[in-house]
């Protein structure tokens, strides 16, 4: 077979495997997605996603009638017409400490797993994929999966995420995350609209603080509502996330109910609504607990036939909301250095091998930066005495490899 029709193989179905199929499936460039789950409904809950300096790069991947139907993955379709605000409360008082507005376009909330099932539309998926070793070939590469099957391709681009296999083999002495000393208990839950009616008259998607004197932080990100694109309930979905630095010296149980006793206890001295919003959590509880790590690469890549992309490529706390957004970016500049190469016949492979270095390069520039500030981010959370507009806890989303002047800023 001659090279080029060859697929490019993506390892992961998430938000940077999805969007680049999208591109490829519409340029006519063979591909396929392989991924480990069993299918796109296998994980229960997620969590939102604030896209702002990612829609543009979206819009340019996705055909025109998908990119049209982004608004029906928004977590508050009542709010469609509400951009919302950027707010940061002081726990103790309830006064919001910082207050930034959204620009009027350009922004969108949405669920991740209702993104994710958009941008699988029309895709040539195989689920229950697992990758699990990569073997170079003279003119091709192989990707080896858990259940023994193999798939030969033209590319690997990993995208599966921050535990990335792809990683460890392109950056094999390097690949190793980096722990933010941070406790990270996620709750999903279900409120009645009397409980949640507070947390919506302040922002209709999400809000942050910390309490001055504990430094225990809080995040509140609504996830559904009960009016909803085809299927309706009569109660709200919402993410209450708290947080804390290692220097308490609390740990996190390993019993779910344990964990929601200890996370009431740490908060029981917040001020009205932020306190009965982790009252109102039930003890069983869907409960994630993350440990907070990020990564960027410090050598070069191994391997000409095999890159990451997103979180793969440089995962971040999400203390800045950022990794989403470079993942979709990440997937347009993969478009745009190599695309136009995949597209011709008998393009010499040292072409395509020098476009991925640039492509490289460009991800680097963006994300090292959106690595250091949402690390900043996240241990500023846990400083109050110590934040400052400055702090890029609370400061602008900037795309880092721009000048905040050509319509790509978000916030
Ligand atoms: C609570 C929370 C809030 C966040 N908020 C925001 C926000 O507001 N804005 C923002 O921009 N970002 C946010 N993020 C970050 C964002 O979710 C990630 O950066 C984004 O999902 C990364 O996309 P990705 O394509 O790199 O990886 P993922 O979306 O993680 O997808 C990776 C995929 O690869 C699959 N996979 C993994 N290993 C293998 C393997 N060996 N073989 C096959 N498949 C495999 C996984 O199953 C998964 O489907 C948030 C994250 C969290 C946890
Ligand atoms: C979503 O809907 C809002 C309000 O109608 C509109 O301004 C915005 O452009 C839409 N976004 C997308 C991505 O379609
Ligand atoms: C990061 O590294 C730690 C310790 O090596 C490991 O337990 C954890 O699973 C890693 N996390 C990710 C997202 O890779
Ligand atoms: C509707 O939502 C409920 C609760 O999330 C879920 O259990 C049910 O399966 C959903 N029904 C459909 C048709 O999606
Ligand atoms: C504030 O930041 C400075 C410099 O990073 C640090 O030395 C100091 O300990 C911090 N203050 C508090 C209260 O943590």
Partial sequence: MPESDLPIIIIGAGISGLSLAQ???????PYHVFERDPSIDARPGGWGLTLHYGLPALEELLPPELYSRLNETNVNIEAVNDPGRYLFFDLKNGEAKYSLDFPKTGRLRVLRTKLRKLLTTGLDITWSKKLVEVRENPDSVTAIFEDGTTCEGRLIVGCDGSASRVRKYVYPTTYENQTVPVHFVGATVRYTPEQIRPALALDPYFFQGTHPETNVYLYFSVLNTPRNIGNDTDYYVAQAVVTWSYDKNIEIPENDAETVALIKQLTSNWASPF????????????????HISDWYPTTSREHERVVVMGDAAHSMTMFRGEGGNNAVVDAHDFAKRVGHLLKQ???????????????DEDILVRGRVSVINSRRACLDAHDYANLTDQSPLVARRVRADCNGTNGTNGN
């Fill in 23 to 29: 591109y490829l499936r519409r340029e006519k460039i």
């Fill in 275 to 290: 306190r009965e919003l982790i009252e109102a959590i039930p003890e069983d509880a869907e409960i994630r607990r993350i």
């Fill in 345 to 359: 016949k008998d393009v010499p492979f040292e072409k395509i091998a020098a476009a991925l270095r640039q492509y």
